[in-house]
């Protein structure tokens, strides 16, 4: 069951640019990861949801966030769950398309993606905290 909005994922080029124009426009303060060898991520707290702007470190991973394309974008919203992985195993029974069959550690808890094809093109990443 879906707890609240987390987060939104955005495909930036450039981490420390977008990071510095949110923090001049709105005053946000960003907690910045680099230990992840494929993107550098940050985390911009407002309220109780955060922005994490993400920046690809290989070509892999600036396809995967639609940057060749579409440039900075919207790439994805995370739900927080209580149990990612009984979550994933909910929506498979429902025959709903999954990117990860069981969560996976990411940078502030366990994870996983929903299909953007099962979603109406938007992908959808579930949290544990």
């Known amino acids: 069951m879906i707890k609240k909005i987390?987060?939104?994922g955005l495909g930036v080029s450039n981490l420390d640019s977008i990071t510095d124009i949110f923090n001049k426009l709105f005053n946000l303060e960003s907690?910045?990861?680099t230990d992840h060898?494929?993107?550098?991520?940050a985390f911009l707290k407002v309220g109780d949801i955060e922005i994490e702007p993400l920046q690809p470190?290989?070509?892999?991973?600036?396809?995967?966030?639609?940057l060749s394309r579409?440039?900075?974008?919207?790439?994805h919203i995370c739900f927080e769950v209580d149990d990612v992985d009984n979550e994933l195993q909910r929506l498979a029974a429902m025959?709903?398309?999954?990117i990860n069959k069981e969560g996976r550690q990411s940078f502030t808890g366990k994870v996983g993606f929903i299909h953007p094809g099962a979603?109406?093109?938007?992908?959808?990443?579930?949290?544990e905290k």
Do not use: R, Y
């Open 31 to 33: 907690k910045t990861f």
């Open 70 to 75: 579409q440039g900075n974008n919207i790439h």
């Open 37 to 41: 060898p494929t993107l550098k991520a």
């Open 6 to 8: 987390d987060h939104i």
């Open 57 to 66: 470190l290989d070509e892999k991973m600036s396809q995967w966030l639609n």
């Open 95 to 98: 025959g709903v398309e999954l």
């Open 119 to 127: 979603t109406g093109g938007i992908l959808i990443e579930l949290i």
